[in-house]
Nanobody
């Protein structure tokens, strides 16, 4: 069973930056894609970003230009660099993986809280 562990969350003022990390218990190079999702109180979990093994990235429209997702296969780690943070970015951020192109994201981590103050 693959385990994903997120870290790097915290409290930051609007306009600030945070970098989230997600470490996998096994090689991430075997997975089709890695992704980040988030869930704010009272909301459903939503897609934030993903990167495939070929480094094709996708982003939620509201984070384009502010968030950057990268992967380091040697460290079995993916990152989410978040700049120009807004209060509406406040959520629990989860890491997940996709086994193949026709799979859904799964194997969720425990999440890391990001809180952006006005």
């Amino acid at each position: 069973q693959v385990q994903l562990v997120e870290s790097g969350g915290g409290l930051v003022e609007a306009g600030g930056s945070l970098t989230l990390s997600c470490v996998a218990s096994t090689s991430i190079s075997t997975f089709y894609a890695m992704g980040w999702y988030r869930q704010a109180p009272g909301n459903q979990r939503e897609f934030v970003a993903s990167v495939t093994g070929r480094d094709t990235a996708e982003y939620l429209d509201s984070v384009k230009g502010r968030f950057t997702m990268t992967r380091d296969n040697a460290k079995n780690t993916v990152y989410l660099q978040m700049n120009s943070l807004k209060p509406e970015d406040t959520a629990v951020y989860y890491c997940a993986l996709k086994l193949g192109p026709f799979h859904s994201f799964g194997y969720w981590g425990q999440g890391t809280q990001v809180t952006v103050s006005p």
